[in-house]
Antibody, heavy 120, light 112 residues
């Protein structure tokens, strides 16, 4: 059974950094692409970033390009999102999500999410 | 404004059939990219409901069905049940801005 457990959220001031983690289990982590998707309060989901199964290809939504970095550690079966230069509009619940293959561009399984609040 | 357009709300009585539309463009649905649908219950993560236009993951009842034509897609729910009350989102890949994943703004289904 696929399990995705996010952690690392919290309250942070604008301009500061935060690192999210997503511990994956129940599947062969090395075979699947992974995504981060966020959802601001009262809004729909917004795709944030993608990393291919081998870590060689990464894609970002325009709003976070140059500020966020997605990475993965196959030995720890963990996905990361390094968020720098945070802004008020980055406030959201951040979900990690599993791609059904290396890059199918949809979300087969989701974690429960971790809340990031950017506020002074 | 979202790249994919959904009605803000739909409603139906138990047992009825409702449809939720998702209007896109030639850079996403019309370009041949698959449409996927998610159900989100209050306070929960979204759940994959329909993938690749018409396919259901295991465990999703056949009351839920998807279709696609041209630059639009639709989700149909038949035999409405009270537990179907939720937010529904369509999602697709889009060629814009160097390639990105896009969602609709969501449709709130109310079961009367």
């Amino acid at each position: 059974q696929v399990q995705l457990v996010e952690s690392g959220g919290g309250v942070v001031q604008p301009g500061r950094s935060l690192r999210l983690s997503c511990a994956a289990s129940g599947f062969n982590f090395n075979n699947y692409g992974m995504h981060w998707v966020r959802q601001a309060p009262g809004k729909g989901p917004e795709w944030v970033a993608f990393i291919q199964n081998d870590g060689n290809k990464k894609h970002y939504t325009e709003a976070v390009r140059g500020r966020f970095t997605i990475s993965r550690d196959s030995s720890k079966t963990t996905l990361f999102l390094q968020m720098d230069s945070l802004r008020d509009d980055d406030t959201a619940v951040y979900f990690c999500a599993k791609d059904p293959r290396s890059h199918s561009w949809f979300f087969e399984d989701w974690g429960q999410g971790t809340l990031v609040t950017v506020s002074s | 404004q979202s790249v994919l357009t959904q009605p803000p709300s739909v409603s139906g009585a138990p047992g009825q059939r409702v449809t939720i539309s998702c209007a896109g463009s030639t850079s996403n649905i019309g370009a041949g990219y698959d449409v996927h649908w998610y159900q989100q219950l209050p306070g929960r993560a979204p759940k994959l409901l329909i993938y690749s236009d018409t396919k259901r993951p295991s465990g999703v009842p056949d009351r839920f069905s998807g279709s696609q034509s041209g630059t639009s897609a639709s989700l149909a729910i038949s035999g409405l049940q009270t537990e179907d009350e939720a937010d529904y989102y369509c999602q697709c890949y889009d060629d814009g801005l160097g390639g990105r994943v896009v969602f609709g703004e969501g449709t709130k289904l109310t079961v009367l």
